[in-house]
């Protein structure tokens, strides 16, 4: 068979010379740390034959919950080698949160932090996860102890291109939440787009300062260095002035609009400083017209915005250079994400499904090979998502311009994007809900200076019950991530509603923009 396992090509772009520097990065006691590419390939060799030697059936998920660090790049880089999907989990995810994804994707291997060993494993065990690692952010951990044992030479095992690669979870409008399932294909078709459209050269030097147990991070920034054979400065957490500071011997930066936003309140920040970049990205939220403005001020340089989804992948991008398929037009448009990528079609229409004609605002579907296969075991939430002719729904409401530039103009899910990362409603309100004294909850979003959107809370309790604010987000944060958490809580008698009985989310987002 043809193997079109994604590691290989990933693997086939590394120099030469495998004793370059592939990442450079610093401990967490600030040591200076550089990998090569030998070191990635060896220790992904190591981890993948560790993976063989559980014997578990191909296409077994390797659930990862771990802070960021080379070594989950290795254990991602393993577990594409070992032909088993990769389910990366945030941080920030409580054990509700834990408990659903493990029950929901049924993974064969979790790997959790030493500090979250206790409660993890209690909850992989009992779900009959067979084993469980630990990985720190400082190489230590169960995993690298194992995999020590193993051989550095490793048989990459063969996988078709529609074979999964990864599941991501996306929470869903009705609180559940789903895996999108992204193949080999799927991965390997947006990097080899993004690898051409965005112009990757010889020299280029990545800043990676995202989380990577996203599509962002984990997709976008590392397939994109990889793929070119490019070296990485990684951080393990983004801190604006060290971000500043390394660009002097760094070409490409991508980042959500937040982070844009931090370093253009630091001083800095000045074109001098980024004169040595080719390349700023942003993306997983929309960037303020003023944001994009004040960026070209300070640095001389234009941020290229594009638009993706942790189920399509990236779909469209802003410009990198003429694009010959749109009378070679080269603006990168403030506000806009952009033309629909090489290969990647986009369309706009009503609520019946047709076709609008440019300039009006409608559905935003695409179809193509970025598009993943479907929704984890939730046959009827897939097919309510894609349309009889295989377009996917995604949710977000946008016009195409005369000149082919998509603008995301709103969303037609109930989904508030706080500094890059999703919050959906629904799930924040069931937990609301649930708290003792509550009658119903509603969750808005609303503008902030540096997360873009927050959520506030607005609870009615139940007749002749008092209700504390402070005690309503206490009680989430056991339960929730932390960015889940709203920012603000409000107790009110009733919910402002329709006269079909729906809470009317406009009015309190009006209301409370202020807060
Ligand atoms: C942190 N906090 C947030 C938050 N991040 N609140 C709302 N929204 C967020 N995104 C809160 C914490 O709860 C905490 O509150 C306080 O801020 C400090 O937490 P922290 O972890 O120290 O924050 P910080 O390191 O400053 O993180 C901010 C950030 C991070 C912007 C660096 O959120 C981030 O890395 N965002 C990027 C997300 C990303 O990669 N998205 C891509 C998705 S892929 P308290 O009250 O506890 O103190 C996708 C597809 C596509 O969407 O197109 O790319
Ligand atoms: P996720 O489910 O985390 O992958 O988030 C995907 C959603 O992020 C999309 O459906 C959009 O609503 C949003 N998104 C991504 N990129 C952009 C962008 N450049 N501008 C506006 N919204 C974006």
């Known amino acids: 068979m043809n193997s079109q396992n994604l590691f290989e090509a990933l693997r086939a772009a590394f120099p030469e010379d495998l004793d370059q520097i592939a990442i450079e990065t610093t401990s967490a006691s600030g040591e200076p740390l550089h990998y090569s590419w030998r070191d990635l390939d060896r220790a992904s060799?190591?981890?993948?034959?560790?993976?063989?030697?559980?014997?578990?059936?191909?296409?077994?998920?390797?659930?990862?919950?771990?802070?960021?660090?080379?070594?989950?790049?290795?254990?991602?880089?393993?577990?594409?080698?070992?032909?088993?999907?990769?389910?990366?989990?945030?941080?920030?995810?409580?054990?509700?949160?834990?408990?659903?994804?493990?029950?929901?994707?049924?993974?064969?291997?979790?790997?959790?932090?030493?500090?979250?060993?206790?409660?993890?494993?209690?909850?992989?065990f009992t779900s009959g996860v067979g084993h469980v690692y630990t990985l720190g952010d400082d190489r230590t951990g169960s995993l690298l102890e194992r995999a020590m044992h193993h051989s550095d030479a490793q048989q990459c095992v063969a996988r078709k291109a529609d074979d999964l690669a990864a599941i991501l979870y996306t929470s869903g409008t009705t609180g559940r939440s789903k895996g999108a399932m992204l193949s080999h294909g799927n991965l390997l078709s947006n990097a080899q787009t993004l690898k051409d459209y965005w112009g990757w050269q010889k020299d280029d030097v990545l800043i990676h300062a995202l989380p990577i147990f996203h599509v962002h991070g984990l997709f976008v920034a590392l397939h994109g260095a990889m793929l070119n054979g490019s070296p990485m400065i990684w951080f393990s957490r983004f801190e604006p002035g060290a971000v500043i500071d390394s660009m002097q011997r760094a070409t490409v930066f991508m980042g959500v609009p937040t982070l844009y936003v931090r370093m253009l309140a630091d001083a800095r920040l000045t074109r001098e400083a980024a004169s040595h970049m080719r390349l700023f990205i942003s993306g997983s939220a929309p960037m303020l017209v003023e944001t994009h403005g004040e960026w070209q001020q300070r640095t001389g340089q234009v941020i290229l915005e594009r638009y993706g989804m942790s189920e399509t992948i990236m779909l469209t991008s802003n410009p990198y250079g003429p694009d010959k398929r749109h009378d070679g037009q080269s603006e990168r448009k403030a506000g806009t994400v952009g033309f629909a990528l090489p290969?990647?079609?986009?369309?706009?229409?009503?609520?019946?499904?047709?076709?609008?004609?440019?300039?009006?605002?409608?559905?935003?579907?695409?179809?193509?090979?970025?598009?993943?296969?479907?929704?984890?075991?939730?046959?009827?939430?897939?097919?309510?998502?894609?349309?009889?002719?295989?377009?996917?729904?995604?949710?977000?409401l946008g016009r195409i311009d005369e000149r082919g530039y998509v603008s995301i103009v709103g969303r037609s899910k109930d989904l508030i994007i706080s500094g890059g990362y999703n919050v959906y409603p629904a799930e924040v309100e069931g937990f609301i809900n649930e708290l003792p004294g509550v009658a119903e909850s509603a969750l808005v979003g609303v503008p902030h200076a540096d997360f873009g959107e927050v959520g506030v809370a607005v609870v009615v309790p139940k007749p002749g019950v008092e209700l504390d604010a402070q005690t309503i987000i206490g009680a989430l944060k056991t339960r929730l991530a932390n960015f889940k958490i709203p920012k603000r809580c409000l107790v009110v008698s009733e919910l402002p509603r329709n006269t079909m009985g729906k809470v009317q989310k406009n009015l309190l987002r009006e209301q409370y923009r202020e807060h």
């Open 343 to 396: 290969g990647v079609e986009v369309r706009i229409t009503n609520e019946e499904g047709r076709d609008l004609p440019v300039g009006e605002i409608g559905g935003i579907q695409v179809r193509g090979p970025n598009v993943f296969s479907g929704y984890w075991r939730m046959p009827e939430k897939t097919a309510e998502e894609f349309t009889a002719d295989g377009w996917f729904k995604t949710g977000d």
């Open 45 to 124: 060799a190591r981890m993948a034959n560790l993976l063989a030697s559980l014997q578990l059936p191909a296409g077994s998920r390797i659930a990862v919950q771990v802070e960021k660090s080379v070594e989950a790049v290795m254990l991602y880089l393993a577990t594409l080698r070992a032909g088993h999907v990769f389910l990366p989990l945030n941080t920030a995810y409580q054990s509700a949160e834990i408990e659903y994804f493990i029950t929901n994707a049924e993974p064969a291997v979790v790997v959790c932090t030493p500090a979250n060993f206790g409660w993890v494993s209690k909850i992989a």
